[in-house]
């Protein structure tokens, strides 16, 4: 069975903090990694995406990925309150699918 | 560009009958894949479809079924409903679905069995 796995939150940091997302994956034939943002009613909304090892940014947000280690992580620096949402943590795996994990829920208190 | 599109957006239906969903891709994306969302299980993987053909599938019964047409839109179709497939259900077209392709979700289809 491969999994992603994430921990479920919630996760509450104050406006301006860094919020720190992570991520784990059994499958070490895994070939990419996605982080998705979902609000609550809406479906997921793609953030970032990340293929090899060390940091990727894009704004305020870093994704970091250790395939040794079959980790990832994101990063949300200044964190404001439009961030609170469900981060999404998937990654393509050997059999060819996107695999998701449970979410992790975050809150940003203003 | 226009991103992914499904219909209908909201859908109630009763046991034993049966669903289909649509869903067109962003222009130029050929894979379109499915998924399941539930509170329970989370967004579950049901199946790819790439050049009308069905490339890939999850851990779903054959009650769960899909189509591609040659304009890369596509179909999914549920029958003989049961209470449990109340769910969201998401499609996200990519380029051609290989491993570096981003999926980009539709706004999904909101399915509820009474």
């Known amino acids: 069975q491969k999994e992603v796995e994430q921990n479920s939150g919630p996760l509450s940091v104050p406006e301006g903090a860094i919020a720190s997302l992570n991520c784990t994956y059994s499958?070490?034939?895994?070939?990419?990694f996605f982080w998705y943002r979902q609000y609550s009613g809406k479906s997921p909304e793609l953030i970032m995406s990340?293929?090899?090892?060390g940091d990727k940014e894009d704004g305020r947000f870093t994704a970091q990925l250790n395939k040794a280690s079959q980790y990832v992580s994101l990063l949300i620096r200044d964190s404001q309150p439009s961030d609170s949402a469900t981060y999404l943590c998937a990654s393509y795996d050997s059999a060819r699918q996107l695999t998701f994990g449970s979410g992790t829920q975050l809150t940003v208190l203003p | 560009k226009a991103g992914v599109t499904q219909t209908p957006r909201y859908l109630i239906k009763t046991r034993g009958q049966q669903v289909t969903l649509s869903c067109s891709p962003i222009?130029?994306?050929?894979?379109v894949s499915w998924y399941q969302q539930t509170p329970g299980q989370g967004l579950q993987f049901l199946f790819e479809?790439?050049?009308?053909?069905?490339?890939n599938k999850g851990n779903f019964p054959g009650r769960f079924s899909g189509r591609q047409f040659s304009n890369s839109r596509s179909e999914m179709n549920v029958s003989t409903l049961e209470l449990g497939d109340s769910a969201l259900y998401l499609c996200a077209s990519s380029l051609v679905g290989d491993p570096a392709d981003e999926q980009f979700f539709g706004p999904g289809t909101r399915l509820t069995v009474l």
């Open positions: 990340i293929y090899s090892n």
């Open positions: 499958d070490r034939g895994s070939q990419s």
């Open positions: 479809y790439f050049s009308e053909t069905q490339r």
């Open positions: 222009s130029g994306h050929r894979s």
